[in-house]
Nanobody
Framework: QVQLVESGGGLVQAGGSLRLSCAAS????????VGWFRQVPGKERGFVAA????????WYADSVKGRFTISRDNAKNTVYLQMNSLKPEDTAVYYC????????????????WGPGTQVTVSS
């Protein structure tokens, strides 16, 4: 069993930066791919980024390419999402998720989810 907890969300002005962290319990975490999704009220969770278990492969939504960077430190059981050049449309609850059993961009295939952290970008 793996438990995930996100942190690092908050309020930031457009153009600013935030770094989200996803801390995990469970010794299997370092063997799982990990993803970040985000959700705004009334919409489904959308894919943001994902990283393979080793960190050797990463994937990004087109809307965040060049602005967001996903990374991980398996010694600390933590995955990070560095978010730069933030825009108001990045405002959402951001969720960390682990162990996809299919495409990393599909939320339904993931086994574990954190409770989410709110990111608000003001214009």
């Amino acid at each position: 069993q793996v438990q995930l907890v996100e942190s690092g969300g908050g309020l930031v002005q457009a153009g600013g930066s935030l770094r989200l962290s996803c801390a995990a319990s469970g010794r299997m975490f370092s063997t799982y791919a990990v993803g970040w999704f985000r959700q705004v009220p009334g919409k489904e969770r959308g894919f943001v980024a994902a990283i393979s278990w080793s960190g050797g492969s990463t994937w990004y939504a087109d809307s965040v390419k060049g602005r967001f960077t996903i990374s991980r430190d398996n010694a600390k059981n933590t995955v990070y999402l560095q978010m730069n050049s933030l825009k108001p449309e990045d405002t959402a609850v951001y969720y960390c998720t682990a162990n996809p059993r299919g495409s990393v961009t599909t939320q339904a295939v993931y086994d574990y989810w954190g409770p989410g952290t709110q990111v608000t970008v003001s214009s």
